[in-house]
């Protein structure tokens, strides 16, 4: 149980399940069918740089095996989510935008070049969410997201000297930036391992095998939201994670 080793809980979330893509779906349609307006987005790749990305996040897997994912970001609706990829993507707005970029799903359709994709809720209510996501773009104080991701670079590029970050507790940007959104609202969405070891793969195991983890993490908020009394509002509630995948690419590869 790599990751999942170290949580209390002895059994996966069964709120976050398996949904198989009808024939000829792609990953547009499917998320469309199954629901795209809010919630975590991880998605794994099959390009050169998304299968060392994937097999760096081993190093933290109990079992060494390649994560499934690549790429965490936050879905926002009308079919776009915004995250911090490593790539693809104006340069010269990273400093300006410390790296956050708006993406379009559109883009992510093709499951032959993305084959993993899952949807992971982590709050019934996160109601400042757009706010928190327009503070750390303009704000790297909160997280310099965009020191972040010429280390990264280096890894995937093979430069001479450039070791896998995550080694050396510089997690991934995309989910650096997820992680650190949903802290701002109090959520803890990687319970299971170091923030500045953040990586797609952390969530996944976290919305897996956290289950009582987030039970007990409800309860605290039910308990507050009622003791501050009836008709007052909570802009953040917890919830145990929710939500879907379909894997269809269990060992890295890369497909070009």
């Known amino acids: 149980m790599p990751l999942g080793s170290r949580s209390p809980s002895s059994q996966p979330n069964d709120k976050f399940r398996k949904e ?10 499917w998320l469309a069918r199954l629901g795209d307006g809010d919630g975590v987005l ?10 060392r990305l994937r097999v760096a996040q081993s190093a933290l897997r109990d079992d060494m095996f390649p994560s499934y994912w690549s790429l965490a970001g936050i879905l926002v609706g009308g079919g776009k989510f915004v995250s911090v990829p490593l790539g693809g993507h ?7 935008n410390n790296g956050v970029c708006e993406l379009m799903l559109d ?9 993993n994709i899952a949807v992971i809720r982590f709050a019934e209510v996160h109601e400042n969410v757009s706010r928190d996501i327009d503070r750390l773009r303009r704000d790297r104080g909160i997280i310099d997201l965009a020191a972040m991701i010429p280390p990264w670079l280096a890894f ?15 997690g991934l940007p995309s989910s650096a930036f ?12 990687t319970p299971g391992l170091s923030s500045a070891s953040s990586c797609p793969e952390a969530m996944w195991q ?7 983890f987030y039970k007990d993490t409800t309860a605290r908020t039910t308990a507050s939201v009622a003791k501050a009394g ?9 919830m145990v994670p929710q939500g879907f995948f379909r894997i269809g690419q269990v060992s890295a590869a890369i497909i070009e």
Request: negative net charge.
């Open 20 to 29: 198989p893509a009808k024939d000829g779906e792609g990953n547009r349609k």
């Open 42 to 51: 991880l998605i794994g790749g099959t390009s050169l740089a998304d299968f």
């Open 90 to 96: 104006d340069i010269s707005a990273v400093p300006k």
């Open 107 to 115: 883009d992510y359709d093709d499951p032959t070049r993305f084959p």
């Open 156 to 170: 995937i590029w093979g430069i001479k000297g450039a070791s896998n970050p995550l080694l050396e507790g510089k």
């Open 178 to 189: 997820v992680e650190t959104v949903f802290a701002m609202a109090g959520f803890e969405v």
């Open 206 to 212: 976290s919305a897996k095998w956290w289950t009582d």
């Open 230 to 238: 009836k008709g007052k509002s909570n802009p953040a509630v917890a």
